[in-house]
């Protein structure tokens, strides 16, 4: 059975950093693109952040640029989403995901697979 787990969310204040894990199990991710999408009640999912299969390239939502950083151990099957100067408008759920395409990644839609998600709340 295939899983992302997500893990390291939690209350924070603004300005605070945080770093969130996925966990992949079930099969190798080795030639997945992985990312990280968040959403908020009343509003559709948003891509948040992806990176290549071999880690070469990452993209990143203008929100979150220069504030964000995503990062992956392919040996660990784990994906990693550093987030430093929180702001209150980064309060969501975080969803880890994995697709054979980058750009289908970065689009959310038709993804191959998705985590259970993550919960962040800043705190202004």
Do not use: H
């Not at 070469?56 to 203008?62: K, M, N, Q, V």
């Not at 929180?86 to 970065?106: F, H, I």
């Amino acid at each position: 059975q295939v899983q992302l787990v997500e893990s390291g969310g939690g209350l924070v204040q603004a300005g605070a950093s945080l770093r969130l894990s996925c966990a992949a199990s079930g099969r190798t991710f080795t030639f997945y693109a992985m990312g990280w999408f968040r959403q908020t009640p009343g509003k559709e999912r948003e891509f948040v952040a992806a990176i290549t299969w071999d880690g070469s390239s990452t993209y990143y939502a203008d929100s979150v640029k220069g504030r964000f950083s995503i990062s992956r151990e392919s040996v660990k099957n784990t994906v990693y989403l550093q987030m430093n100067s929180l702001k209150p408008e980064d309060t969501a759920v975080y969803y880890c995901a994995a697709d054979q395409s980058t750009s289908g990644l970065r689009t959310g839609v038709g993804v191959d697979y998705w985590g259970q998600g993550t919960r962040v709340t800043v705190s202004s």
